[in-house]
């Protein structure tokens, strides 16, 4: 940082990753410090195709903390805000106490502003505030230079946010402890682990959820006793099970417990009292046509999971990409408005067989599905170098 930079505005602009639990986190033992019932363990998606970027300025000029999100400015007394931005300038107050006393003293001063955008669509399900907060923290981490454990600071603002400091395959550690310093996010394996692994989002509706995940899960601890259950009596040896199907890159293992996960997190949704249903008919449709599609091929080829929404995310190898494609393609005639269906990674074409189509026998259900987005594993938070792609202008104001 510059000698003296109270005339200056200091930007910087990072982006970071979607991920999506092949085992679930629902439900907090603390609300405020976001501790969880039980540990998970989720796969970060590629930046390519799903990303927040967030930039984040800092200067004396500036009179108070903002933030804009998507191009509205949003309150930033919100408390899981304010909680990542007291984290972070704890750790700058800790780094100047151990080591130059005077060196910081600008930016714990200083006011920050904060733009952030994602480039797919929010409150679609697709785990947005997990790739905001991640972003926030990062960003925030860069512009003041420290260092430490941010997976912690991250799941204060969500608590899927934390796996999201990560690329590749990643576990979140539910952690013992009151404070919750040792419920923290780890790598298991890079992205580059799993080659053949592919990732298809199966968007279904990009309307807002129903019952958001934080007052979900809420009354779930309150009234489910088959959520203790699970977390007491499943989630320990779930775990275990899916990092060593993850070593061994087994997929047929890796598949069927994201399914079963899955399908029990949204039997404890079901479990809730009152229930809460966040899986709809087109969602059930996936479910089966999937069991089908691996029944005919006696192989768990194809893997569903849903999170707090009706969108499938489907796990799969390369190989099977695109006949998969075809397949949901097939059943799900898309609405031809020229709006492309299939975003992100080509998959390539081929031609289903009768023998397929006819195994699968399912009533067609035209646009029951607006597009899919075809993506992989990818890498973790990352700092855009391009200073021309900051989200604030030369004010510290959005673009
Ligand atoms: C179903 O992280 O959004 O996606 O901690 O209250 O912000 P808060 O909840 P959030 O919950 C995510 C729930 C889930 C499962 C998962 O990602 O593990």
Redesign the pocket.
């Known amino acids: 940082m510059p000698e003296d930079t109270t005339q200056d505005i200091i930007f910087v602009t990072c982006t970071a990753p979607v991920?999506?639990?092949v085992v679930?986190?629902?439900g907090?033992r603390d609300e405020d410090l976001?501790l969880p019932i039980n540990s998970?363990l989720?796969v970060t998606l590629h930046q390519d195709q799903l990303k927040s970027t967030t930039t984040v300025a800092c200067s004396a000029r500036f009179k108070e903390d903002r933030i804009w999100l998507n191009g509205k400015e949003e309150n930033i007394n919100q408390p899981?805000l304010q909680s990542c931005l007291r984290e972070i300038r704890r750790l700058v107050r800790k780094r100047r106490s151990n080591r130059d006393p005077g060196a910081d003293v600008l930016s714990l001063s200083h006011k920050v502003h904060i733009c952030s955008e994602n480039n797919f669509p929010t409150a679609a399900g697709l785990?947005s505030?997990?790739a905001g907060y991640a972003c926030l923290v990062y960003t925030l981490s860069r512009l003041l230079s420290v260092e430490g454990e941010l997976s912690t600071i991250a799941r204060q603002?969500?608590?899927?946010?934390c796996?999201s400091m990560y690329g590749g395959f990643v576990q979140w550690h539910m952690g013992m402890r009151a404070d919750g310093k040792d419920s923290v996010a780890e790598q298991v394996e890079p992205e580059s682990h799993w080659p053949e692994l592919r990732v298809l989002v199966l968007v279904v509706s990009a309307e807002r959820k129903p019952v958001g995940?934080?007052a979900g899960?809420q009354t779930s601890v309150d009234t489910s006793s088959l959520l203790k259950h699970r977390a007491e009596a499943v989630v320990p040896g779930r775990m275990d099970e899916m990092i060593q199907a993850i070593r061994k890159r087994d997929f047929s293992t890796f598949g069927e417990l994201t399914m079963k996960d899955s399908n029990q997190?949204h039997a404890t949704c079901l479990d809730t009292y009152p229930p809460i249903f966040y899986l709809n008919d087109v969602s059930r449709r996936v479910i089966g046509l999937v069991h089908r599609y691996n029944r005919h091929y006696r192989e768990t080829r194809v893997a569903y999971t849903f999170?707090?929404g009706p969108n499938a995310v489907i796990y799969t190898l390369q190989p099977y990409v695109s006949e998969f494609v075809q397949v949901v393609k097939h059943f799900f005639p898309p609405e031809t408005n020229g709006e492309e269906f299939l975003k992100g990674l080509p998959v390539g074409t081929v031609s289903l067989s009768d023998e397929l189509t006819r195994a699968i026998a399912m009533d067609t259900l035209p646009k029951g599905i607006r597009y899919i987005i075809s993506t992989k594993p990818g890498p973790g938070p990352r700092m855009v170098e391009d200073t021309s792609l900051h989200l604030l202008g030369p004010d510290g104001l959005p673009r």
């Open positions: 991920n999506i639990a679930k986190y629902w907090k976001i998970s989720s899981r785990a505030s997990a603002g969500s608590g899927s946010a796996r995940s934080t899960m997190f999170d707090a």
